[in-house]
């Protein structure tokens, strides 16, 4: 048995063992934190204990500082605030913290969402022209807004003043003419560039709230009250920085790890609300809670329904509402759940059909009518995931495509798109991901400007998945003193990835026994030089088949902690094997 996946298995560091002794833990994880870039004693010790007092002061964002002085005028003022928010979780979590900022502090707000289908992403200038006529007099926008040209000239036309945040890419000639721009990628003549490029759209709105509480007290610290609020603000932030799959690195690992160590005490009745449904509460939460469990509920209003409701579940929501609005959200997330099953099964089948799984074929454009907006990027995800080629979603209807695609490390999905432009009527997003809207006349075209344009950039290496293994490791190794220091290197996520290790020529002991409710597990035993260890490779079913009593494998795991009826022991979570050689 071979793999379909290429293993890059990083070769021994040669100051692993000097860090080990300085750091009193185990060479793995001196290992793996010299595998991320963190070569220093005193970096790796910040790194395993992080601090709130590491991350960067508001001020250093561009135009942050002027942006948090126009709102604090306008909470004085009493001037009505709208924050327009995306609806996706990182502007709904975003949405939340300037929410109630604005209120602690006094304001008079209320926030817009757009909705996805009907709308579209981002500012759109009737919404723009209705909130003016509403009475606001200062429009904030949320993880939106850096490309709105057009709907900042209809506000500024309006008398009322725009500010952006966002965190997407824009193109440096068509800068919306607003209040103020903020934005952690915006480079201004002189002024040093932000420490964190990767700040997604509820980051940047901490930020802003944060620098929204020193404008109104008119002191670097925050009054005690809104510190408070702050350190509880970091949960939701947590959920919109792991949710939108940024680098989980620096300050965003900083928001990630207290958010999520605050969200289990959250006193935010919406927060408690979503996390009840789930079934988590009480529990220590990390980045898999988050990004499988509660950011799909969020997100799940948004695709299905309408995003606006999990915005009043996290803002205004009594308990009685948020308990409404979260059984409404998990029985929304049922729906796009089997929804996006369909799709992706009849997606693969039009794979098949047009013979697009084969080697000329580096970009993947599939289309149909009927096919739901709002989940088909979830289902690119899928089919990237089973054909490893960038793939793009359209679902079309009265004559219009609205499209969303998925990359692979090393192809910028939103230039591919720029480059066939010609054949589309809007495009945008970034390197792993973006989205489209077109004439349904043109799809095919489309289709093959895509692809031709993929061919000439997608290697044939770059269609077989590489699987970076950190080490190799003898079971002995990875005891449970070990895995309970390498949870410390989490939150775990894009850039600072779970770590994976390659243990060699491994026996399976006994019958491997199929799992789950419909056997897609498998469940063995392997034993190296004495030692024995459970193994679990989730969604591998069929392996068993192949695995018996003796057989000698070489496997790329996942060391984790399993816990039952009060039991510990140390459990491999198999990502690949191989036969050995």
């Not at 970009?363 to 990027?377: M, S, T």
């Not at 079971?475 to 894009?494: H, K, S």
């Not at 006994?510 to 034993?527: D, S, W, Y």
Request: with cysteine; glycine share 10%.
């Amino acid at each position: 048995m071979q793999s379909a996946k290429r293993w890059n298995i990083a070769p021994p560091h040669p100051k692993a063992a000097e860090l080990a002794s300085g750091l009193k833990t185990s060479p793995l994880i001196a290992q793996f934190l010299l595998n991320r870039g963190i070569s220093e004693l005193a970096e790796c010790r910040k790194f395993l204990s992080p601090s709130l007092k590491d991350l960067h002061e508001p001020s250093k964002l561009p135009n942050l500082t002027k942006a948090a002085e126009r709102i604090a005028r306008a909470i004085r003022d009493g001037q009505k605030t709208v924050i327009y928010g995306d609806y996706d979780v990182d502007g709904i979590t975003g949405t939340a913290i300037l929410w109630h900022a604005i209120r602690l502090l006094g304001g008079q707000v209320e926030y817009y969402i757009p909705h996805r289908v009907d709308e579209g992403y981002g500012l759109n200038s009737d919404a723009v022209g209705q909130i003016c006529d509403e009475g606001a007099k200062l429009i904030v926008t949320v993880d939106c807004g850096v490309t709105a040209v057009e709907q900042a000239r209809v506000a500024a036309q309006r008398g009322v003043d725009l500010i952006i945040t966002d965190h997407h890419d824009w193109k440096q000639d068509r800068r919306p003419e607003c209040h103020s721009v903020v934005h952690p990628r915006l480079a201004e003549e002189g002024v040093e560039a932000y420490g964190n490029p990767h700040l997604c759209g509820a980051g940047v709105a901490f930020k802003l709230a944060w620098g929204i509480g020193q404008a109104h007290s008119g002191n670097a610290r925050v009054k005690p009250e809104f510190r408070s609020f702050l350190v509880e603000a970091t949960g939701l932030a947590a959920l919109g920085t792991i949710a939108d799959v940024v680098p989980l690195i620096g300050e965003n690992r900083l928001l990630a790890h207290f958010g999520l160590g605050g969200l289990k005490r959250s006193e935010l009745t919406g927060i408690k609300a979503l996390i009840a449904s789930a079934g988590l509460s009480g529990r220590n939460l990390d980045s898999y809670h988050v990004g499988f469990l509660l950011a799909p509920r969020l997100n799940a209003c948004g695709r299905m329904g309408h995003a606006r409701a999990a915005v009043e579940m996290l803002t205004s929501a009594d308990a009685a509402r948020a308990g409404e609005i979260a059984t409404e959200l998990e029985q929304q997330n049922r729906d796009r759940q089997a929804l996006e099953k369909k799709i992706f099964e009849e997606a693969m089948e039009q794979v098949a059909s047009l013979g697009l799984d084969g080697d000329d074929c580096r970009g993947v454009v599939l289309g149909a009518e009927g096919w739901h907006a709002g989940v088909i990027g979830i289902v690119a995800s899928r089919v990237v995931g089973r054909l490893n080629r960038p793939t793009i979603m359209v679902a079309l209807t009265n004559g219009e495509g609205h499209g969303s695609g998925r990359s692979i490390p090393g192809f910028h999905l939103a230039r591919a798109l720029a480059a066939c432009g010609e054949h589309l009527s809007a495009s945008g997003g970034h390197e792993m991901a973006a989205g489209l809207r077109l004439e349904r006349a043109k799809f095919e075209a489309f289709r093959q400007a895509f692809n031709e344009y993929a061919r000439g950039l997608v290697s044939r290496e770059m269609l077989t998945p590489t699987l970076r293994i950190d080490c190799v490791a003898e079971l002995r190794q990875l005891n449970e003193a070990m895995v309970r220091d390498m949870a410390r290197l989490g939150p775990f996520g894009t850039a600072n990835p779970r770590p994976l290790v390659c243990c060699m020529g491994l026996e399976v002991v006994g019958a491997p026994r199929r799992v789950g409710k419909n056997g897609e597990h498998v469940q063995f035993l392997a034993r190296q030089n004495g030692v024995t260890l459970k193994c679990i490779a989730f969604k591998q079913g069929e392996v068993s088949d192949r695995l018996s009593t003796g057989v000698k494998i070489d496997a790329a795991v996942e060391p984790t902690i399993d816990e039952y009826n009060g039991y510990r022991s140390v459990q491999l979570e198999v990502k690949d094997l191989r036969f050995a050689l």
